[in-house]
């Protein structure tokens, strides 16, 4: 484990944008010192507004988050943003189609924004999105976004990870809102329906109202039974700039509510959890592959030629390996 140096953190917590993208660098490619910039940084953790936005493919999640940037650099706000893009089959690495759409405000100094890879990884998110959220928040931006990849009905990684999660729906989503009501409009904080300019963009915002109002949501409830937040919907236009104001007052009222009641608490006992077990999974998988390698490696020479079934295989791997 290499150790930070009292230097670096301190670069990195004065905001130093060639120090945070040396860090997030670092700990995205599990690079030898990543476990203790996570160690170091703890202590300065706790400070942002972390921001998660998730939507189908196409519902104009970075175009909105654009738009977002310029309300927030308004009022005087640092802002990061983390990307996470689709792999490309070729490098592996992120296609950076969400950066190129957010070019108006990315030079700005008080915006940061780094597209990463999923790498294959489920959810949403890539593995080390949540390490790279903690480097941003010890550099003391006021709010950070996440962005997920396009995700379908089960990729609800975002809630591991956001204080505020807000799921974006392009208009036209009709009778679709009944096949995807059990997995991702569940988890949303606030629903945004984008490209509201549209004419069908009313009805859009009139089912994921009647969703809600039928009881299709994740709520947090106080001793009486009474939601402590009542999800909304907000309708916007990165176009137009209709609704950017709206939502980011929503935002804060749900950020207020989050400090302030057990809303708060709830959400951050649930992010820990999902943190502590994600870690150690990693762990897990990382050990276990660096202990076994070699003998992975001739045991699919054997499965190969059906000398060995990839069932006994494993059970001998993991009845001989000390993780």
């Not at 009805?203 to 109002?213: G, Q, V, Y």
């Not at 039974?225 to 209709?242: I, Y």
Request: one cysteine or more; glycine letters at 10%; charged letters at 25%.
């Amino acid at each position: 484990m290499n150790a930070i140096t009292p230097q670096a953190l301190a670069a990195i917590c004065a905001g130093d944008r060639h120090a945070i993208a040396r860090t997030i660098s670092t700990v995205e490619n599990g690079d030898p010192g990543a476990d203790a910039i996570a160690r170091a940084i703890a202590p300065h953790l706790g400070r942002a507004h972390v921001i998660g936005i998730t939507g189908a493919p196409g519902a104009g999640k970075s175009t909105l988050i654009n738009a977002l940037l310029g309300e927030f650099l308004g009022r005087g706000q640092r802002v990061a943003v983390v990307a996470v893009d689709p792999s490309s089959p070729i490098t592996g690495g992120a296609v950076l189609g969400d950066r190129v759409r957010m070019g108006e405000h990315g030079a700005h100094d008080r915006v940061f924004i780094r597209s990463v890879s999923a790498r294959g990884h489920p959810g949403g998110l890539s593995r080390a999105t949540a390490s790279i959220v903690d480097v941003l928040d010890a550099a003391r931006f006021d709010t950070v976004i996440v962005e997920t990849v396009g995700a379908g009905q089960s990729e609800v990684a975002i809630t591991g990870l956001a204080d505020t999660r807000i799921v974006v729906c392009p208009p036209g989503l009709g009778d679709d809102v009944q096949a995807i009501k059990a997995g991702i409009l569940e988890i949303a904080d606030i629903h945004v329906v984008s490209k509201c300019d549209r004419s069908d963009a009313n009805r859009t915002i009139t089912d994921l109202k009647t969703m809600l109002a039928m009881g299709i949501s994740v709520s947090i409830k106080n001793n009486d039974g009474k939601p402590l937040w009542q999800v909304p919907v907000v309708g916007t236009s990165a176009e137009t700039g209709e609704g950017i104001r709206e939502l980011v007052a929503t935002m804060d009222r749900h950020r207020d509510a989050h400090r302030t009641t057990e809303l708060g608490p709830a959400r951050l006992r649930r992010i820990a959890e999902y943190r502590t077990f994600k870690t150690a999974e990693d762990l897990l998988r990382s050990r276990f592959f660096a202990s076994t390698s070699e003998r992975v490696a001739a045991m699919v020479e054997r499965i190969s030629r059906r000398e060995l079934d990839p069932f006994a295989a494993s059970d001998e791997l993991m009845s001989n390996v000390a993780l």
